[in-house]
């Protein structure tokens, strides 16, 4: 058994954390409170190869494998989980056409987003479909060579900053079983009947591009779908352990950088004539972050590493998923606690952290819905 | 045209620290690339990248725990690295230019590069002599503190930016082969890319002892010592304004102007 990180991934980390440091902190107030995309920054992460650091190196990108995306993740939402998610946002989508996509599609859609040139999404949810994702209602209809799209796509991640996006769309209304007749199909934002509608007021992560995409009678080329037709459902699921992981590190960071800013201010804060961090009412509380923090990491390292072996990890994905999400809400709520009235404006990061925190037990699977896929598998009740 | 690039892990230290004898206590320090060094880095892999440079060589002095630290010039562009090392040096107190002189220059001798760049000093013990020290060993002409460097090398001539004090710069040509100690602001050093971490790892380092270089190990003995160390009193200078921020920041103009920081 391994718990150490190799030499090369701690040199990742200290490099991200270096430019998180130089490049994220100083701007990270702004973009919270403008709500604005931070494209400067994501250009900088860019030539750093800190986008699509998971593209193969022949496509452009580094090559890494989900434990060191988990590293990188982690630090970067440990400075601040906005414009983290957006710098790691940018090749959302890409893990099914670098999976399912031929030579062609590679080289069109997995290069440019790994040279920083092209920002890519992922649309799955729809205004009527969220957890139950077997509702997917957006049509795509073959016409001639080419697909013809309708329909709508919500809270899409780079709704209105992406270049392209996979689209789950429905290729096949007879098919029998919910889970077949869907395909994935690239969606070009520049085509005609594409548009979208940028989403505001968003609890946290508000540097990071939400919006809503509308199809209307969209065309795209036949060579946009992505692996095999009506089969998108089993060729998505097989990224969930990955992505749930993903989802996990980003827990991980945020409960990182709240104990973090806690730990700082609690020794720097001064009443009753010593700082705060002499009380052992806050030590008990930063003993606590530390420990929920650790377990959680363990616990996402641990999934992350078995998916690089290639591992079946559902049960274990979702409970790195729904555990580390809670350990992000529950440190950055204490954070906020030991930062008393400084910590409840934005002053300190924690405010922000606290607010950021909340998406990771929403996205990618609510917790209810992770702990239904750990309770089946305990259970043994299968798909 | 082939470079030289000497670097060094330094120390770093926390803003709260406590002094044990002559050392700063362990639990304080922290290690990383020589600032200098990064600045000097760039410059040789931009050189690279125009094409100028052929290859680029890293060489430092330090144990084997340095070496993910020197692997940041290699993630950054550097083709291959040479660490020097000996048990001769882990028993040695204080690493003086002589010694770092001596030892460098016989790398500099093997490796026959056509120019050196070094940092203008090391950020923790700031002998700032290093450079301009191996190039008087190995016979060659220096430039100091250079804040640019004409990438047209005419004639084997580097032509180079040097910063005066008084905020007076000039311009001097130097023949090559060369050394010359690099400025922070040279440029601006970029992140290691993640590509260039991960092929940093496939990269060569080559490790020297002492006796691979031919240098003795009487010659690496310094004569200084080290008596004390401490940090100065300093004394508490603050004023404080209070006002609109145009009042205070008029006041603030006016005082820089009297001490002479502002024109």
Redesign the interface.
């Known amino acids: 058994m391994e718990f150490g990180l190799s030499e090369e991934q701690e040199q990742i980390r200290e490099e991200v954390e270096r430019f998180a440091k130089n490049e994220i902190v100083p701007e990270a107030e702004k973009y919270d409170v403008e709500e604005t995309f931070p494209h400067e920054i994501v250009d900088k992460a860019a030539d750093m190869g800190l986008v699509g650091s998971s593209i193969p190196i022949e496509y452009g990108g580094a090559g890494y494998s989900t434990l060191e995306s988990v590293l990188i993740a982690e630090e970067l939402f440990s400075w601040d989980p906005g414009i983290a998610l957006s710098i790691m946002a940018c090749s959302f989508g890409t893990e099914a056409i670098r999976e399912f996509g031929n030579e062609d599609q590679k080289e069109r859609f997995l290069e440019p987003v790994a040279m920083g040139e092209k920002i890519s999404g992922a649309a799955i949810s729809e205004p009527d479909t969220g957890s139950d994702v077997s509702s997917v209602s957006t049509r795509a209809e073959k016409d001639g060579d080419e697909w013809v799209v309708n329909g709508n796509k919500m809270w899409i991640t780079n709704g209105t900053v992406g270049d392209f996006f996979v689209v789950l769309c429905k290729t096949n209304p007879d098919a029998e079983g919910r889970y077949n007749g869907f395909s994935q199909i690239v969606v070009e934002s520049d085509r005609d009947g594409f548009s979208s509608d940028k989403i505001t007021g968003k609890l946290g992560i508000r540097a990071s591009d939400t919006a809503e995409l509308i199809f209307d009678d969209v065309r795209v080329p036949e060579e946009n779908l992505i692996g095999t037709q009506d089969a998108a459902f089993m060729q998505q699921m097989q990224f969930f352990d990955a992505t749930r992981t993903g989802v996990a590190a980003q827990g991980v960071g945020i409960a990182k950088g709240a104990l973090r800013a806690a730990l700082e201010y609690a020794q720097d804060r001064e009443q009753f004539g010593q700082p705060i961090s002499e009380f052992q009412a806050i030590q008990h509380k930063l003993a606590d972050m530390a420990t929920q923090t650790e377990a959680a990491r363990n616990l996402t390292y641990k999934a992350a590493w078995n998916v690089d072996q290639g591992n079946d990890i559902t049960k274990l994905a979702s409970m790195a998923k729904e555990y580390t999400s809670r350990v992000a809400v529950d440190v950055s709520n204490e954070a906020v606690q030991i930062h008393g009235g400084s910590g409840y404006v934005n002053d300190f990061p924690v405010e922000r952290f606290y607010r950021d925190s909340k998406i990771t037990q929403i996205y990618e699977g609510t917790s209810e819905i992770q702990k239904n896929v750990i309770a089946r598998e305990l259970l043994g009740k299968g798909f | 045209m082939k470079i030289l690039v000497t670097v060094k892990e330094v120390a770093t230290v926390e803003d709260e620290f406590e002094i044990e004898g002559t050392e700063i206590a362990d639990q304080y320090l922290g290690a990383d690339l020589n600032e200098w060094d990064d600045y000097a880095i760039e410059e040789a892999v931009q050189l690279q990248e125009a094409g100028v440079a052929d290859e680029v060589v890293t060489v430092t002095i330090g144990p084997e725990d340095c070496?993910?630290t020197i692997?940041?010039a290699l993630?950054k562009g550097a083709d291959r690295a040479v660490r020097v090392w000996d048990d001769a040096l882990e028993g040695v107190d204080l690493l003086d230019v002589n010694a770092k002189t001596q030892i460098l220059s016989a790398v500099v001798e093997e490796e026959d590069p056509d120019l050196v760049l070094t940092g203008v000093q090391a950020g923790d013990d700031s002998f700032a002599a290093t450079g301009v020290s191996v190039a008087e060993e190995i016979g060659a002409q220096w430039g100091a503190v250079v804040n640019h460097l004409e990438h047209e090398f005419d004639d084997g001539v580097a032509s180079v930016r040097r910063e005066l004090e008084g905020g007076v710069e000039e311009l001097t040509d130097i023949e090559l082969p060369a050394v010359l100690t690099i400025q922070t602001g040279i440029n601006e050093p970029?992140?290691?890319?993640?590509?260039?971490?991960?092929q940093?790892?496939r990269k060569e380092l080559d490790v020297q002892g002492l006796a691979d270089l031919g240098v003795d190990e009487g010659e690496i003995e310094g004569d200084l010592t080290l008596t004390d160390m401490y940090e100065p009193e300093s004394e508490s200078d603050a004023t404080i304004w209070e006002g609109s921020p145009e009042e205070t920041a008029a006041e603030l103009g006016e005082m820089l102007r009297n001490k002479g920081v502002a024109p």
């Open positions: 070496e993910q692997r940041q993630a970029r992140y290691a890319s993640l590509r260039g971490i991960r940093a790892q």
